[in-house]
């Protein structure tokens, strides 16, 4: 297939004369400029959603997809509702709990946690986290001989100096009133398994027990904070909590997983949507290189374009060759930077070699997830911006008087 001759002379026009070589290197330049462009915003844009992906997935493997609970600040007849919720349609499963802050205390060793009654027979079919324990069992809350069962984070055993089988006192906040005035309540527990969820905030902070243990320690009698409820799609959790509460009424009402961390979501993808505006001026910068480049070109080449005028070339025809040029550099630049931001974003994912401070980050470490939207609008956005960078040299050698660098020849 015999190709046009604007596509020959914007190849050829790659290879420069000796005495301007610095041309070609103005072209490499500017291919490394888009390559370092798109090469940085596909990974940032890869780790931006790994963030937020990682960060859903531990959220949703602590907490229900929606809860239920009630102004009253108690659910009396739980087992009502629970069976209320279990009937409407998309709910896999709802089951009571009870939360509570207390004090952990061990020896000298204090820290404030947040406690979760659950029923361990039944399980908590409504959360992962208990499922995947790094030690022991969630049937060591079942209720029997000596003292009840607690289960902790990670990292709250390690601040507390706690290893499995020691004893450990919770103290509550509310005090109860005794021959000698208040005095706080207190009870002993022993630990009997630890989770990771993978996030600082709750590995130090979260702690299970028997929710019949919590009943008494918290005077519930028999009443529930509120229910835990799964449901079949995650995404659909909005509308999902909305029949809840409608079909139960006041004073229940319920929130959904989206609702409760809403702020942490809309930072993300604020900073997400920042992030890209902003890594594309990288790729602006690059297209001044492109701009630059061409004009060198088109004033090296000015007696072969007035040459090719007096044979009948067109001005379309002129300006399409130096398009084409442009286009190359940014397609040639976009391919390059496409391949090394995915090569980055699997390292990045494989060996996990940039470590994160969990305190700070709740991450450990960089989390990477590629989306296909990703690697089609940044391609589309440099080659879009390539594009325009090119019109202009591209307009001045369509318009190049062809007399004037004839004239002395």
Not at 77 to 96: H, L
Not at 172 to 196: A, W, Y
Not at 286 to 295: E, H, T
Not at 363 to 377: A, E, I, K, Q
């Amino acid at each position: 297939m015999k190709l046009p001759y604007q596509f020959l002379l914007a190849l050829r026009y790659f290879r420069s004369k000796k005495r301007h070589r610095g041309i070609s290197l103005n072209t490499f330049i500017s291919i490394a400029g888009v390559a370092l462009g798109v090469m940085t915003l596909i990974t940032v844009l890869s780790v931006m959603s790994g963030f937020h992906t990682d960060l859903q997935e531990k959220i949703l493997g602590v907490n229900a997809h929606v809860v239920t609970l009630t102004y009253k600040g108690r659910i009396r007849d739980y087992e009502t509702v629970q069976q209320k919720i279990k009937i409407v349609k998309g709910v896999i499963d709802a089951v009571p709990f009870i939360y509570g802050q207390v004090m952990l205390r061990s020896g000298d060793r204090a820290h404030g946690v947040v406690v979760r009654g659950i029923d361990p027979v039944k399980g908590s079919g409504t959360t992962e986290i208990l499922h995947n324990l790094k030690s022991g069992s969630i049937k060591g809350l079942i209720e029997g001989e000596g003292l009840p069962g607690l289960i902790i984070g990670r990292e709250l055993m390690r601040s507390l100096g706690l290893f499995m089988g020691d004893e450990i006192e919770m103290i509550s906040p509310v005090s109860e009133v005794g021959p000698l005035g208040m005095i706080p309540k207190m009870k002993k527990f022993r630990v009997v398994g630890f989770f990771e969820a993978g996030m600082y905030e709750y590995d130090s902070s979260l702690a299970f027990i028997n929710i019949r243990q919590a009943q008494k320690f918290f005077n519930y009698g028999e009443s529930v904070t509120g229910i835990e409820v799964k449901i079949d799609d995650l995404y659909n959790a909005g509308k999902l909590s909305d029949d809840i509460e409608n079909m139960l009424g006041p004073p229940y009402y319920a929130r959904d997983w989206m609702q409760m961390n809403r702020n942490l979501f809309s930072a993300l993808k604020l900073e997400k949507i920042v992030m890209f505006i902003i890594l594309t001026l990288i790729i602006l910068v690059a297209s001044f290189n492109i701009i630059s480049n061409l004009i060198m070109i088109v004033i090296e080449k000015a007696r072969e374009i007035a040459i090719l005028r007096t044979m009948g070339a067109t001005g379309g025809g002129i300006m399409s060759i130096f398009v084409i040029h442009g286009l190359i550099i940014g397609i040639v630049g976009t391919f390059v930077g496409v391949t090394g931001g995915y090569i980055l974003c699997q390292l990045l994912k494989t060996y996990k070699f940039i470590n994160l401070p969990g305190d700070v980050y709740y991450l450990s470490y960089l989390p990477v997830r590629m989306n296909l939207f990703d690697f089609t609008v940044v391609p589309v956005s440099a080659i879009l911006i390539t594009l325009l960078a090119t019109i202009y040299p591209s307009w001045q050698a369509a318009k190049l008087d062809p007399v004037e660098p004839l004239r002395y020849e």
